[in-house]
């Protein structure tokens, strides 16, 4: 991406700005990354388990019985390292896609989506930003 690519100071037309191309593939990039997201640890509850709220807003996750629900005998923050370790593989998967990628609406996508990740990464490792 190059300079001149960049958003345009605010000119006072609200729509005009959330409608810029480049806003749109940045909301698209995000909104898919966070489905897909739930949808990878959904669909692999054997590698991710399930998450819950713990107290402090501290995320405990459990191991899955054969029945689907959550094991709530014994916490297994093994999951928590999994979830991290398939985030941080995404932000730099996207990081380079990005570099590589001609398509500046797909740098864009692709830059939302790494972030959502690394959001999502923080908010597990600081409690405090949930």
């Not at 019985?65 to 959550?70: E, I, L, R, S, V």
């Not at 996207?94 to 923080?122: C, D, F, K, R, W």
């Amino acid at each position: 991406m190059n300079k001149s690519q960049l958003i345009s100071p605010p000119d006072g037309n609200v729509l005009e700005t959330l409608t810029d191309p480049r806003v749109l593939a940045t909301a698209g990039g995000v909104a898919a990354y966070a489905y897909g997201e739930k949808a990878l640890y959904k669909s692999a509850r054997n590698l991710f388990g399930i998450a819950s709220a713990g107290e402090g807003g501290k995320v405990v996750y459990y191991a899955v019985k054969a029945d689907g629900t959550a094991d709530t005998s014994a916490t297994a923050p093994q999951f928590g390292t999994n979830r991290n370790v398939a985030r941080a593989v995404g932000i730099v998967g996207s990081v380079a896609l990005i570099e590589y990628s001609n398509s500046a609406p797909m740098q864009y996508a692709l830059l939302g989506g790494a972030s959502v990740l690394l959001t999502h990464m923080l908010q597990d490792v600081i409690p405090g930003l949930r």
